[in-house]
């Protein structure tokens, strides 16, 4: 399908003034400038209005401040706006906070998402089922648990075994969009993506939070051995992959997507800290490496992540396009020239979270 015959629609992003929802929202509006995109988004502590800046000027675009477990809210919007595709991304995102507090991460993740699926069951029921209709759940590789040095990588066949209360409730979702295609034959599809990178990510997560701690002269800190292993894909790339997708993809299936780029922590952190002692010549502590201190591990911390994304490469012809060096490289420089976006993020609440999990 040419983008001429493409016809237009109208999606309903859940989680868009987040992380991987944001770069979702932008790609997409710079991709298909025709299709009508509103997000719902609660606002809490990870979502960012200033990740949409630009936006609110274009006539296609709309924000809603809420919460996907607001039932008459979902259903109204559904509505009122005649959705034909769903991209859920709403979630609470980090397992350090699902350890300390596991309750919002059920009440969303699983309520959130049963609220969704219920309110698109009735509404795509009333539109009379119409076949281009899709509900895009994006989930995450940490559902299949951790994986030995020499296993084989996740892919959708991999057994489920989620091991943080993040996770678990991942897991929890994805069970129930599975049933919605089975039991209702609703257009469901899942895909679970390994760990991402890129502009926009929450200072608590482990890149942004190495830029922002070199940049402010703070120890660097690295769970348990630091030999943890993770497979990094640019944000660009995910979003790629969910566009084919999208467009491509039969409902009612899986799809695990990785960048084939697995990194022990402890090289990941000091591949950023030369790549800050490189672009940033005025470092508080040069070389920022200095930093890096070994700190308590992380409750039940999974050992390795790796994805074979296989199925998504050959049946959907999906590849990244950005190589783990140049993604860094793009992202570090982001948080170099974005301090302006990051420096609000430490409030009170970040400080007494950070205090919390790191003394
Ligand atoms: P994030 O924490 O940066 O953003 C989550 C967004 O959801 C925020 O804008 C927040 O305000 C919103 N939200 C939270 N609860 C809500 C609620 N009840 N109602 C409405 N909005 C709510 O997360 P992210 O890193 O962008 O992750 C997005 C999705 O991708 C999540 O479902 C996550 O499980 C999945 N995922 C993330 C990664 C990753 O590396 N970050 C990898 C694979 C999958
Ligand atoms: O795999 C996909 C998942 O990736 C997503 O589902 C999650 O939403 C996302 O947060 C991410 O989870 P991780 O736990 O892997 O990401 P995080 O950035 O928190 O940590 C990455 C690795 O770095 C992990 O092994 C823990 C370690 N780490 C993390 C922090 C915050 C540290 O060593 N020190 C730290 O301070």
């Given at each position: 399908m040419t983008l001429a015959q493409r016809q237009p629609h109208t999606i309903l992003i859940t989680g868009g003034a987040g992380f991987i929802g944001s770069n979702f929202v932008h790609y997409w509006c710079n991709h298909y400038p025709g299709d009508r995109v509103i997000v719902l988004d609660a606002l809490t502590y990870a979502g960012n209005l200033n990740n949409l800046?630009?936006?609110?000027?274009?006539?296609?675009?709309?924000?809603?401040?809420?919460?996907?477990?607001?039932?008459?809210?979902?259903?109204?919007?559904?509505?009122?706006?005649?959705?034909?595709?769903?991209?859920?991304?709403?979630?609470?995102?980090?397992?350090?906070?699902?350890?300390?507090?596991?309750?919002?991460?059920?009440?969303?993740?699983?309520?959130?998402?049963?609220?969704?699926?219920?309110?698109?069951?009735?509404?795509?029921?009333?539109?009379?089922?119409?076949?281009?209709?899709?509900?895009?759940?994006?989930?995450?590789?940490?559902?299949?648990?951790?994986?030995?040095?020499?296993?084989?990588?996740?892919?959708?066949?991999?057994?489920?075994?989620?091991?943080?209360?993040?996770?678990?409730?991942?897991?929890?979702s994805d069970h129930l969009v599975r049933a919605y295609f089975h039991t209702y034959g609703m257009p469901t599809l899942i895909t679970n993506c390994s760990n991402n990178y890129g502009p926009y990510h929450f200072p608590e997560k482990l890149i942004p939070l190495m830029c922002i701690n070199i940049l402010l002269g703070k120890p660097l800190p690295v769970y348990g051995d630091g030999q943890n292993i993770r497979d990094w894909l640019y944000v660009e790339d995910h979003c790629s992959a969910l566009d084919r997708v999208l467009h491509h993809s039969p409902p009612g299936e899986t799809y695990t997507i990785g960048g084939n780029n697995e990194v022990k922590n402890i090289d990941l952190v000091t591949m950023i800290c030369n790549l800050m002692d490189e672009l940033s010549p005025e470092l508080p502590v040069h070389p920022?490496?200095?930093?890096?201190?070994?700190?308590?591990?992380?409750?039940?911390?999974?050992?390795?992540?790796?994805?074979?994304?296989?199925?998504?490469?050959?049946?959907?012809?999906?590849?990244?396009?950005?190589?783990?060096?140049?993604?860094?490289?793009?992202?570090?420089?982001w948080y170099l020239t974005n301090s302006n976006w990051w420096q609000p993020l430490l409030s009170e609440e970040y400080q007494a979270y950070y205090k919390t999990v790191y003394t």
């Open positions: 800046t630009d936006l609110d000027t274009r006539p296609n675009f709309r924000f809603v401040k809420g919460n996907i477990c607001d039932r008459p809210l979902v259903s109204q919007l559904l509505t009122e706006e005649a959705i034909d595709t769903v991209v859920h991304f709403a979630a609470e995102s980090h397992v350090d906070r699902s350890i300390l507090g596991p309750d919002a991460f059920i009440q969303t993740n699983v309520v959130g998402t049963f609220t969704l699926l219920e309110s698109f069951r009735h509404h795509w029921v009333e539109r009379g089922k119409p076949e281009g209709d899709r509900f895009l759940h994006i989930s995450t590789d940490e559902v299949y648990g951790s994986l030995g040095s020499t296993d084989s990588a996740f892919n959708e066949r991999t057994a489920y075994a989620p091991n943080s209360p993040y996770s678990a409730s991942k897991a929890g920022a490496k200095q930093l890096i201190t070994f700190v308590k591990d992380r409750p039940g911390h999974d050992r390795r992540y790796a994805i074979d994304s296989t199925k998504l490469r050959t049946q959907l012809n999906w590849q990244p396009s950005v190589t783990l060096e140049e993604g860094l490289r793009r992202t570090v420089q």
